[in-house]
């Protein structure tokens, strides 16, 4: 893939990404409405379990798809990944039935469904991606979060509680995984349930599962432990305000971050070497944070009146804690689609490492802060943490060798 072409994917993606993020920031103040903060706490933590879950639902053998050349061997990846996603998927039965029974939250009974969908949308689009099918990907984005808006609102319409929520998403996020499918594998979709061996296919991308799939899961448990922290140290509305106003905070990342990552990535694993990729990274990078400072800096001076005029008076605590996770917000939004370079740059033992190291200061950071100042404090204490953090990463990737 050349610099035209990365260019062309990566706004192929952007314009399917912009238009799937406009139509729930757009119904964004009618679903505030629609549903309480304590629904939205509760919907919050049954899905970032399931998200945690669904990250490492084929053990990241999804992203060697754009290592494997041939069309055979892609077909049996693919046969491995699915593999790989029952055996998850049985994992989250198991675990959600266990959870609502023994907290009483009966929203848990939709986990296994839940990761099934983000799961197999997650493979999927890489999947989609090695063929080049972006556009094909760009219409699966409208129609997960776009789609997901919509039906949360006839939900929401229909008083469906934290139900609408949870069933708007996951029947969205499941069409968009049946709209990525494609084009058929080597031997057709019927040929990937018939057994064959695998053992060499597994053992051959082993670094996803032994590296990547413990830096993912540990980069989500991030999200995982924080719901359940403050929901359980405020109560589920402190929660729905954290919840809500991360989902809208971190638009702008999945929206640019998930469009250059996907395009950015092959064309990292092609480049002739590795000054070329390192003048890549470089060139991403500053990018990335001239668009990350205004945004920083307009959530300071009107993060709590936006978030009270858009949503509601009700969600006037989520505008102050926009403000103070706004430096927080502008790393992330600079990192997020960097995340990929270390995968390309066979790099996973130290990313690993690192995300190990950036956990424990985020969760000691959300827990400081909340000790000190209570959710807005929470909202300080990890951004002052993560400045740290991410500002070592960036070095990194600036003077890789």
């Not at 050349?2 to 139509?23: C, D, I, P, W, Y």
């Not at 053992?203 to 922290?229: E, M, S, V, Y």
């Not at 959530?299 to 008076?313: A, D, N, Q, S």
């Not at 103070?324 to 990929?340: E, R």
Request: aromatic fraction near 10%.
């Amino acid at each position: 893939m050349n610099a035209h072409s990365l260019r062309r994917a990566t706004f192929t993606l952007l314009a399917g990404s912009a238009l799937a993020q406009a139509v729930p920031l757009l119904l964004g103040p009618w679903i505030a409405r629609l549903y309480s903060p304590a629904d939205y706490g509760q919907f919050s933590l049954v899905w970032t379990v399931a998200s945690n879950l669904a990250v490492v639902g084929c053990a990241r053998y999804e992203f060697a798809l754009a290592l494997e050349t041939g069309e055979r061997g892609a077909a049996a990846l693919l046969a491995l990944c699915l593999r790989v996603l029952m055996a998850m998927t049985l994992l989250a039965l198991c675990l959600g039935a266990a959870w609502a029974a023994w907290a009483g939250l009966s929203l848990a009974a939709a986990l296994p469904l839940v990761v099934l969908a983000l799961a197999a949308s997650q493979g999927l689009a890489q999947w989609a991606a090695r063929a080049g099918r972006f556009a094909a990907l760009a219409r699966a984005r409208v129609l997960q979060w776009g789609g997901g808006a919509v039906a949360q609102v006839g939900f929401g319409l229909l008083q469906a509680g934290p139900w609408g929520l949870v069933s708007g998403a996951t029947l969205a996020t499941a069409a968009a995984a049946a709209l990525q499918a494609q084009p058929a594998p080597a031997g057709g979709w019927r040929g990937l349930f018939k057994a064959q061996p695998l053992t060499a296919m597994a053992a051959k991308h082993r670094d996803f599962p032994l590296l990547n799939t413990p830096h993912a899961f540990a980069g989500a448990l991030q999200d995982t432990l924080a719901i359940a922290l403050l929901t359980a140290w405020l109560g589920a509305p402190e929660a729905g305000a954290w919840a809500l106003a991360l989902r809208y905070l971190k638009a702008p990342a999945s929206l640019v971050g998930g469009s250059l990552s996907q395009a950015l990535y092959p064309r990292l694993t092609q480049a002739a070497s590795r000054a070329e990729a390192r003048t890549l990274v470089r060139h991403s990078l500053l990018l990335l944070a001239a668009i990350a400072l205004p945004l920083m800096l307009a959530l300071l001076l009107l993060g709590p009146w936006l978030f009270g005029l858009v949503f509601g008076p009700d969600w006037l605590g989520a505008g102050v804690l926009a403000r103070s996770l706004a430096l927080y917000i502008a790393l992330h939004f600079i990192a997020s689609p960097l995340s990929v370079v270390t995968m390309a740059w066979g790099a996973q033992a130290w990313a690993l490492k690192l995300a190990l190291v950036g956990q424990f200061m985020f969760i000691g950071g959300l827990a400081a802060g909340l000790h000190l100042g209570g959710l807005a404090g929470a909202g300080w204490g990890v951004s002052a943490a993560m400045l740290l953090y991410f500002g070592y990463f960036f070095w990194a990737l600036w003077t890789w060798e």
